[in-house]
């Protein structure tokens, strides 16, 4: 029940910018690819580091595989 109670709130955080966008002089978060490729690379950055944290070495041999 809580996961579902934080999924709701994101959306909503999500839908609100991009409702922002309507008022005049906002800028929305992804406006500009330079922050939309440093997040991306945070994301990244955080499942490597959450799945090697959850799988161990496991998870490096199978990325290395994978390539």
Same mark, same amino acid.
């Given at each position: 029940?809580?996961?579902?109670?934080?999924?709701?709130?994101?959306?909503?955080? +999500?839908?609100?910018?991009? &409702?922002?966008?309507? !008022?005049? *002089?906002?800028?929305?978060?992804?406006?500009?690819? =330079? @922050?939309?490729?440093?997040?991306?690379?945070c +994301?990244?950055?955080?499942? &490597?580091?959450?799945? !090697?944290? *959850?799988?161990?070495?496991?998870?490096?041999?199978? =990325? @290395?595989?994978?390539?």
């Open positions: 029940m809580v996961h579902q109670r934080g999924l709701r709130r994101r959306r909503r955080c +999500v839908a609100a910018s991009a &409702l922002a966008t309507a !008022i005049p *002089g906002f800028e929305p978060p992804t406006a500009y690819r =330079l @922050s939309t490729a440093a997040l991306a690379l +994301v990244l950055v955080a499942v &490597l580091l959450f799945g !090697i944290q *959850g799988q161990g070495q496991g998870l490096l041999d199978c =990325l @290395s595989f994978c390539v």
